[in-house]
């Protein structure tokens, strides 16, 4: 093997040993507090359950259905909807703020591998517990609500890639827009409009079929529609198998134009930082 295929081959797993240690590390840190991490979980739950109860009720009063969806199929969307919710969580753009106000980032500069991989490896970590917490919840909710859901094997395979693929894409989407604080502190406006199209457009308020067409052709050509829509549409929904599969291809996209951004707006922001702290 040549010289330059062993320092890759050497690189890579340093980064595989980077990102194992790191999530290990938060799943051992977030069962230091299992209590306050349960109560968080429950809190997480509100959102869907309202969400559920409001369409559940809506279905019934129509007939048993709403643009042919029915009471069983929104109890599926919804409780899905919770795991993908959790899957979603990453680090907020919010936060560029506080780093750059607080001198956190001049440390974060000094260590060896892009900031991006400490955030993404570190709230990777974290789904690990929240997730073993949110399964006996899910059943309750189960229980209670009665989903439609029986997903063939190959949509159970391609929602457990697909959750992670969202996962991924919002990170990135979330370390671009971070970007903006590096210019202005003055950010709040421009966040809230971006969360407000990912609310619309992503399948995250109510399934997309029920938006208008326009902003189903819309979300069609944006990254919302496969942090949220496409992986709880893979597992409840009745997607062929060749949507399935070009479902993943959009999101590898994504990612692949998530990354190129995420690392152009950080050479070109990196320019500008200047902090003081303690």
Do not use: C
């Amino acid at each position: 093997m040549s010289a330059p295929a062993l320092r890759q081959e050497s690189a890579l797993r340093s980064m595989a040993d980077f990102y194992a240690t790191s999530i290990r590390t938060q799943i051992q840190t977030q069962l230091q507090y299992r209590v306050s991490l349960y109560m968080y979980t429950i809190g997480m739950v509100t959102e869907p359950v309202v969400y559920l109860v409001v369409w559940t009720t809506i279905a019934r009063a129509h007939g048993g259905t709403v643009d042919g969806l029915t009471a069983g199929a929104f109890a599926a969307y919804y409780i899905v909807w919770t795991l993908v919710r959790m899957m979603n969580i990453v680090f907020t753009p919010f936060g560029w703020e506080w780093r750059i106000r607080e001198g956190e980032l001049s440390g974060q500069l000094l260590r060896p591998l892009h900031p991006i991989h400490y955030d993404l490896a570190s709230f990777a970590g974290q789904k690990v517990p929240w997730l073993l917490l949110y399964l006996p919840i899910a059943v309750g909710l189960a229980l209670v609500f009665h989903p439609t859901l029986d997903p063939h094997p190959l949509q159970i395979v391609v929602f457990l890639v697909a959750i992670w693929g969202a996962y991924v894409i919002r990170s990135l989407n979330n370390f671009s827009l971070g970007m903006v604080t590096f210019w202005t502190t003055r950010v709040g406006a421009v966040f809230q409009v971006w969360f407000l199209a990912e609310l619309l457009l992503s399948g995250r308020l109510l399934p997309l079929p029920l938006m208008p067409h326009w902003a189903q052709t819309l979300s069609a050509w944006l990254p919302f529609k496969y942090t949220f829509y496409f992986p709880i549409e893979a597992l409840v929904g009745h997607m062929s198998n060749i949507s399935l599969l070009v479902g993943l291809g959009m999101q590898l996209l994504w990612i692949a134009v998530g990354t190129a951004l995420a690392f152009t707006f950080w050479r070109l922001a990196v320019r500008h930082y200047s902090a003081v702290g303690n």
